[in-house]
């Protein structure tokens, strides 16, 4: 990677044209900040994402790769809010700019941010020691009717959309062939992100989030948040290996499906079902929320055959 260019040069061929364009978008790329224009009725939803070579992508998977799935990621957590997209922002740190390179990620970049609906708003481009891609995201909700972790109640049903594991499965191929998009790869590098189940859940949905770390991992986050107990039926858990293949709890504790997992009153669950009649949709009901017990308090347990089963690990941990 001899080869270098200045930073204005970089952000002017890579990234100062080609996005998506936004109407609510007064400023993007090329001035000291971006200014856009909140539609009248909506709240403002803000998110942030990091990842760093070789902690959460391999650091030679195809640079095509590599944007657009820092993109989905940072995306989802608009889609578990029930918001519709506005935009994003960018801050790329690189051990050298290397045209090629740049010009792949670029594109990979480019082609997420249409799939998605979302402009590049700006950003900023710096030189370090290793490849580290920060992306904010933002996106327009109804007021005041935001979907949060912290208002589940006690009697809800427990839902997740989609198939649950399929990413985690595939880690150790990616990690030994990070080119290939093929099988399970495909959720690894290109998740599905629930924009439109997420904005359909709005008013359905008592709490939502999504799955990045695991699922019994992020399960507990809702759990806590509320101050409930949350009891997962691992027999319902959608998953693309059946309960007796020896790698099937990665499915409930590995992370990166980007699926969302959501609580709902028992009176909606023929309104979530009617909700998979929608294109790349499919919920099911993988469990219950109750009161937290006062001496175990708020926290999740699993079922498997009716009885107490521990799983070998919970999720992802970053420290």
């Given at each position: 990677?001899?080869?270098?260019?200045?930073?204005?040069?970089?952000?002017?061929?890579?990234?100062?044209?080609?996005?998506?364009?936004?109407?609510?978008?007064?400023?993007?790329?090329?001035?000291?900040?971006?200014?856009?224009?909140?539609?009248?009725?909506?709240?403002?939803?803000?998110?942030?994402?990091?990842?760093?070579?070789?902690?959460?992508?391999?650091?030679?998977?195809?640079?095509?790769?590599?944007?657009?799935?820092?993109?989905?990621?940072?995306?989802?957590?608009?889609?578990?809010?029930?918001?519709?997209?506005?935009?994003?922002?960018?801050?790329?740190?690189?051990?050298?700019?290397?045209?090629?390179?740049?010009?792949?990620?670029?594109?990979?970049?480019?082609?997420?941010?249409?799939?998605?609906?979302?402009?590049?708003?700006?950003?900023?481009?710096?030189?370090?020691?290793?490849?580290?891609?920060?992306?904010?995201?933002?996106?327009?909700?109804?007021?005041?009717?935001?979907?949060?972790?912290?208002?589940?109640?006690?009697?809800?049903?427990?839902?997740?959309?989609?198939?649950?594991?399929?990413?985690?499965?595939?880690?150790?191929d990616v990690l030994k062939n990070p080119a290939s998009e093929l099988g399970l790869a495909k959720a690894y590098y290109h998740p599905t992100i629930q924009f439109t189940l997420g904005q359909r859940l709005v008013g359905i949905a008592s709490a939502c989030m999504d799955i990045s770390d695991g699922l019994l991992q992020d399960a507990g986050h809702i759990a806590r948040a509320s101050q409930l107990a949350i009891e997962i039926n691992a027999d319902q858990v959608p998953t693309p290996v059946s309960s007796d293949h020896p790698h099937w709890q990665t499915c409930l504790s590995g992370g990166d499906d980007y699926q969302l997992l959501f609580s709902a009153a028992p009176e909606r669950h023929n309104d979530i079902l009617a909700l998979n009649s929608l294109a790349g949709v499919n919920c099911t009901c993988i469990g219950r929320l109750t009161a937290a017990d006062a001496q175990q308090g708020a926290g999740v347990s699993v079922l498997k055959d009716g009885q107490p089963f521990s799983p070998q690990a919970t999720g992802y941990q970053h420290f």
């Open positions: 990677m001899s080869q270098t260019q200045g930073e204005f040069d970089l952000i002017r061929r890579c990234f100062a044209s080609g996005f998506p364009l936004g109407s609510d978008v007064l400023l993007g790329v090329g001035d000291d900040c971006s200014a856009v224009r909140p539609p009248a009725g909506y709240d403002l939803v803000q998110s942030i994402d990091t990842q760093v070579a070789d902690v959460h992508f391999p650091h030679n998977a195809p640079a095509h790769l590599i944007a657009g799935r820092a993109l989905r990621c940072a995306a989802s957590d608009l889609a578990a809010m029930g918001a519709a997209p506005q935009g994003f922002h960018l801050a790329l740190t690189l051990p050298d700019s290397n045209p090629a390179w740049l010009d792949q990620f670029a594109h990979g970049l480019r082609t997420t941010a249409h799939d998605l609906g979302l402009p590049l708003l700006g950003g900023d481009t710096t030189r370090g020691p290793l490849l580290i891609i920060t992306i904010s995201v933002q996106g327009w909700v109804p007021q005041g009717k935001m979907l949060t972790r912290h208002t589940a109640k006690a009697g809800d049903e427990l839902w997740v959309s989609n198939t649950i594991g399929s990413a985690a499965l595939a880690l150790p």
